[in-house]
């Protein structure tokens, strides 16, 4: 791998993206109103940081002012997705895509990054990557401690690729859908809904997961967990490895094709955004695959959305949870697919639950799905002005909707010796209707 | 730059605060200005007036260019690094070192964001009045040192009426302190003045006192459409008249209009000549009885259509078209000049009648809406920087709009500063002895033209 690639070199290999992208980046009139908002550049405090910079950078590259050199590269992985920049921009401009457009092409051109190479190589043998991650489950309780009480652990000893310090979710020593049937039924359902665990759900927050399906129940719905389903993509598309992600989401879409489901329902701003938006961009061009794709888009909610926007939930059955909670919005929640309302009516709709609202919800957390892996030390300091505003609540605990984000809230709360914990909208509801119960 | 210049300034302000890969160098080569960029040799970020100075002297005994930056979110090209050189980069200067109750004073470093500054003293009750569109971003020095205004101008005036005192960093590394807390201060010349405003060619602000005012305890904002442009320009006339100076005083043209209008449809009428935007602040009881006058005023010079906000919920209603007319006009093409020409208020609808037949003469798409109230209008004009022909009537448009600000009694800029984008106009608006005293300061105060040269008043 050569360490300098030309605009000339690209232009040869991909002459369209680059075309539609000059389109694109010339949009961008380099206001500089993305500062305020991107909580990178306001850690890192330099003009790379920000989507301004990275846009121009993708402009200096496609003149031919600079190389699509390694520090390109760097520049680009410097970016937690959040979209704050493209919600705040007065032009429009689509920046979080295009920063995907310019790991896309650094991609291309110098190929993807060895280690990356070799996760995203697992991922895409779905029964390898089931295995691995199920071996974890059983063997990691040997290298991992739990921190009692939290679905949250610590390792014992130094790993590779990560910080000694770090929290994480345990491996579950059995994942969630080899807990239950593939399809759990109830009498006389009222609708069929295929339930998209997602990785994070399956494999470590299976109460998560389990308390979906509780909710689920609770409102006579039949719920089936497609065996066949594998990882939505997100974090193979966000590193710019189109050619991975189109694999992955044909493999879903296909999967979850066969069942005809009324609705499918995810416990993930990311997974569901990859159903609702993802995909049909994926495959925008392939007539077949989009129409499924849009077919498949139309059914898809994310779990607290369904419940409030579909199901229309019975609060007369839920019973009282004494607690103080805050909410955390993910990123892909809150600017993704733009569902902030209904968590936030969910946990209203808990008796005895008090509600504070933090001062910014929807800043990002810092854990940008696998970006806090590669930028720990940044991602950190992201997550403590978090855990800041969550600690001025003075709230028992925060939810969310989203499995790493509630991993990094964990991680957070523990570097910042606060004794909260982190949980899902849904693990709430769930409490809420087990109360209920002993009315 | 030679390679011992770089391990200088590693010296004193270390390793990482000195940039000199390509990709960071192309990431501090433009600023909000369109058409301009240019490779600086490294970025230079020093952390207090101390490395500031020792930069300055280095450079200025080395004859290298200095670029002051803060957020870089100007309109004039001020600080594109045009001569390659050093980019100062000054956010880390960053903290309000000060908030005198006593005197109303605070006393902050160039790196401040102007709205963290607003935030820390809203809870006191106070406000630090300029307040530009990139409030958010911009640099508390950037702003200073550009004399930015804002939509606050009209009663509240521009950056200068609030700087107390400077502490700066002359071209040789002189440190110098000018000003200070006192209201009344008579004693020589006004070197505050002089540097606020001088766009990085005098001096590096490192420090600076303002001066705060009472936040208004009330608000009142109010609409009014216009079919007819003499109509809307009586109606600012008659509300000035009234004695009355609102906190904002509104314009937007028929272009800007229909354009709001495609892309917001807040709901104007596509044929209006004008919308009036007008808000009063104050006392409660002022507030009421001011808006009454204005109200008045409005019906009284034939306005079409007028609407009071009764409530919070009303006035960001009226606030979504003003809102909207730059996204609205940006999102149109791909390049986009807000221009910043500025005319004594009763000569806003002359100027707007006389842009709007530039556009049409040159076949350029030109959308206008300012404050009115103040005479500062920002034609914004939308294009694309790739088409050289279109390029070449932009330029002619341009041309010509700033010709007829200058000829209604206008000046290049009421708020945006002069930098790069505007020198061309500069000889014709104050005349050679005007111009050849600008450049006896900068030579004075820069013998070695080190200091953001060739901008504001051009090569010495």
Redesign the interface.
Known sequence: MTDKITAKDINEQDKTLLADLQ?AL??C?????C??VCPVYKEV????AVAR?KL??ME?VLKG???L?A??DT?MSKCVSCKACTAKC???VPADELILRGRQAAVKARGLHPIKKKVFALLKNRQLFDFSLRMAGIFGPLNFKKLPGKMASLARFPMPGMDYKRVTAPFASTPLRNQYPEVIKVDKPKMRVGFFTGCTINYMYTDVGQSVLNVLKENNIEVTMPSLQHCCGTPVYMSGDVDSAKILAKHNIEVFDEYNFDYIVSACGSCTEAFRIEFPHLFHDEPRMKEMTERLAKKTYEISEFLIDVVKIDKSKLGPVNTTVTLHDPCHMARGIKVTKQPREVLKSIPGLKFVEMKQPDRCCGSGGSFSLGNYELSRKINDKKIADIASTNADLVATSCGTCRMHLMDGLHQNKLDKNALHVIQLLDQSYQAGHKK | MEKHHINALKEIVGEENVLTSAEDLYCYSYDATPGHSHMPDAVVSPANTMETSQILKLANDNCIPVYTRGSGTNLSAGCVPTKGGIVLLMTRLNKILEVDLENLVAVAEPGVIVADLNKEIATLGLIYPPDPGTVATATLGGTVAENAGGLRGLKYGVSKHYIMGLEVVLANGDIMNTGGKNVKDVSGYDMTKLFTGSEGTLCVITKIITKLVPAPEAKKAMMAIFKDLDNAGKAVSAIIAAKIIPATLEIMDNATIRTVEDYAKVGLPLDAQAVLLIEVDGNPIVVEKEAEKVMEALKANHADFVQIAKDDAERDKLWAARRAALPALAKLRPTTYVEDATVPRNKVPDFLRAVSSIAKANNVTIGTFGHAGDGNMHPTIVCDIRQPEEMKRVYKAMDEMFSAAIELGGTLSGEHGIGLGKLPWMEQQHGPVTMNAMKSIKRALDPNLILNPGKLVGEC
């Not at chain 1, 009139?29 to 109103?33: A, E, I, L, Q």
């Not at chain 1, 405090?45 to 790379?48: F, L, T």
């Open positions: 389109d010339a949009n009139m380099k206001c500089g109103n500062m305020e405090g330099k003009e790379a910079g121009s950078l200096g002012a600079i190389p050199s520090a390109f520049a007065p032009c429009g």
